[in-house]
Structure formats: structure tokens, C-alpha cells
């Protein structure tokens, strides 16, 4: 049986709406949640809940902005004295589901996210559908993955370290 995986045009930023990070006040599981503003339908507020210590947090969106902008330029890395590699651009905490695969870092959002990456590396027929606005173009998710995910070759590694990924939620 051929696996199919047919990309739908999901953006990274489809994913935004829960993004699991450690918390910076018990090191354990928290969530970034999207909230949405009362003052306006198109701006969004970030708000950070830990339920293992009732940590809470909430992102303005001038900060949310500068924030977003010095992880862009520091390639959202975080420093090299840090045992996490992988920040999220609104808080600038480590994600919780990020591990080290073949020489890189392999890293989601969420459970949704990682159900993503499965698919896609376990399928070995991918197809792309042009947009229906935009035609085609390179803005999906799966067209921006980095090469190493996509081969062939480091798909057992890479499919493993995803279960393994799994079960630390």
C-alpha cells in the first residue's frame, strides 16, 4: 500500500495557535495560547499557562513584535550556553517537543504539528496541489522543510525520534 501525502498548503503559522514550551518558573510543560484581542478582531494577544505551577504570562503586542524580530535575527537559537536549541518568537522560551536528529535539531509546535511532520516523512508518494489564490508557490510547510527531513534515507531516525517526541506529551 502507497502512502500518500498531499499537501493542503498548511502554513508554519496554522500551528500558532497552542505552542508547547518549558516553563520558565518549573522547567515543566506549559502552552502558548492565542487570545484574542477585544480591540481588534485582527490582532492577536499570546498568553502563557503553566497547570503545574499557575504560571501566567501575557505578551503585548508592541513586545510581541520587538521579541519576534531579535529571534528572527538570531535565527530563533537560543544562546549557545543553553542546553535548548529551538525558541518560540513569542516569549522566547524552549519548545518542549525538540530533540536531536541526524546532526540537526528536529522540532514542533505541538501534537498537531508533529502529526504533520509523520505523515509527511512516512509517505513516500508527496504531492503538492497549486493554491487556489496564489498558485503555486513555496509558502507551504511541507515545501519549506529542511532537506535532511525530507530524504529518504533518514526517514527511520527521523520517524523514531517523532515517537519518541510523542510520548513525552
Known sequence: MVIRFRDYSKRLSDFEQEILVRCPQCDRIAKILTVNS??????????????????????SNVAKGKLALRLWQNNYMAPRNS???????????????QTSCCGHVLWAYNEAHLNFLESYVQSKLRERLPDETLGWHN?????????WI?????REKVLQKIQQLKHSL
Do not use: N
Open 150 to 154: 525530507k530524504l529518504t534515507q533518514h
Open 38 to 59: 477585544e480591540q481588534s478582531s485582527l490582532s492577536s494577544i499570546k498568553r502563557i499557562i503553566c497547570q503545574h505551577c499557575s504560571y501566567t504570562k501575557q505578551q
Open 139 to 147: 509558502g507551504s510547510l511541507a515545501s519549506r522543510l529542511p532537506r
Open 83 to 97: 542546553s535548548y536549541g529551538i525558541l518560540d518568537h513569542f516569549f522566547g522560551l524552549p519548545l518542549w517537543l
